[in-house]
């Protein structure tokens, strides 16, 4: 069964069942330099693998970027 | 030499990574200016971006590790305390630094900070093990509020981020300066000439955090040496300790022994 999910702001839908899935379905390397958030709250690398995902979850993937 | 949460650094130059025309150009542009210190951000990223090196937070990551600097991340954007301190937890897991330039927007046409937020955001990630660079306003009673907040350093703007309009408020800038003799004082934003920079240097501020000035000249790595200069120049007229102004002239070649002069 596939959930309805809000990726980086965009309305997704998924198979994944944790947060660690996800990132690997998307093509993330397990070493990728991102970070990320669930429902607005911060997920740890070490947390991904327990972070379930449920029907409109709200998931920020985000990387090292330029700024001021 | 300047002292951030006990790193002591010879730099006073806090330099942005944002707007160059290439990551060559950043890179010449920030050993040039000698900076110590570069501040970067976090974005969201799509996992196709991450096999191009030149656009991957990757590949970012790697030229800035290169550069051999300490990294001050930002929360750039963020309009609430909640956003702020998610996306400095998310920097602090990324970048490996407590560091953290606090930015909370108040809104989008001035960019200027959102004190009361800021306060709220200072407290949590104090409270939380961070190192707060706070982006604030010259507001004394704010500023007050972030130290007990655990604020070690304290960053009032210059002028809107991005503006270029240089110290829009001398007076505010300087009373901060004498009141808070002790506190690492950054000029951060609305710097647009190396003269601006110069000028908060001489009131005896820390140190200048700059991006856009540097990045969109015509010539990015040249002005980066002109602020390094116009840092140097303006920290070693405060140490040498700038005259006062007055309104009427003074005769600077000796007055006695001018010729024809005749006593009445």
Redesign the interface.
Known sequence: MSLNIRLNGAPAQTGAKTLKELLAMLGYHEDAKIATAVNGDFVPSTGRAEQKLANNDEIEIVAPRQGG | MVEFYGQKLDSRLLM?????PSPDI?QKAVKASKAQIV????????????SNQQQ???G??EL?RALDVRVL??T?GCKSV??AV?TA???R???ETKWIKLEVIANDDTLQPDLFGLVEAAQILSKDGFEVFPYTTEDLGAADRLLEAGCKVLMPWGAP??SARGLNNPYALETMRNYFPDIPLVVDAGIGAPSHAAKAMEMGYDAVLL??AIAKAGDPVTMAKAFADAIDAGRAAFKAGVMEPRNMASPSTPVAGTPFFKLD
Do not use: C
């Open positions: 942005g990574t944002a707007m160059y950043l501040t970067v951000s976090l974005r969201r990223e799509a996992a196709r971006q991450q991957s937070g990757q970012f990551w800035i991340p930002n750039a909640k956003e998610t937890q998310m920097a897991e990324m970048f981020i991005g991006n856009t």
